[in-house]
């Protein structure tokens, strides 16, 4: 299932929220896990908005060892992430009921 534009900083935030903290192949591993493989994350999209997200203080970083031994730069919320969090869940949840109305407007 394609992940919908404007919602990979929503799933990185909550995971983020669920882990504490992980680096970029345990955030896609995590994503990947949690929804049973429904939704898995190009590396190529998740880097850049990690690094957008630590541009606006949302995450902090630390470099560390993976458990496969290899140098990793592992992710956390700040206390700006976990705001954005909050909004993000408000404008979320916000969306999905604006389309269930739609989906269930009984029109078509």
């Given at each position: 299932?394609?992940v ?14 669920a ?7 345990g ?5 990947r896990?949690s929804?049973?493989g ?31 031994g290899?140098r990793?730069?592992?992710y ?5 992430g ?5 909004g ?11 389309v269930?109305q739609?989906a269930?407007s009984?029109?078509?």
């Amino acid at each position: 299932m394609d992940v919908l534009q404007g919602t990979l900083e929503l799933l990185i935030l909550e995971t983020l929220a669920a882990a504490q903290e992980l680096h970029g192949f345990g955030i896609l591993d995590w994503i990947r896990e949690s929804t049973e493989g429904d939704l898995q994350i190009e590396e190529g999209a998740l880097y850049p908005a990690l690094h957008r997200m630590q541009k606006r203080g949302l995450l902090a970083s630390t470099w560390g060892i993976s458990s496969k031994g290899r140098r990793a730069r592992y992710y956390c919320l700040t206390d700006a992430g976990r705001e954005a969090l909050a909004g993000e869940r408000a404008r979320w949840k916000r969306y999905v009921s604006a389309v269930e109305q739609i989906a269930t407007s009984g029109r078509g």
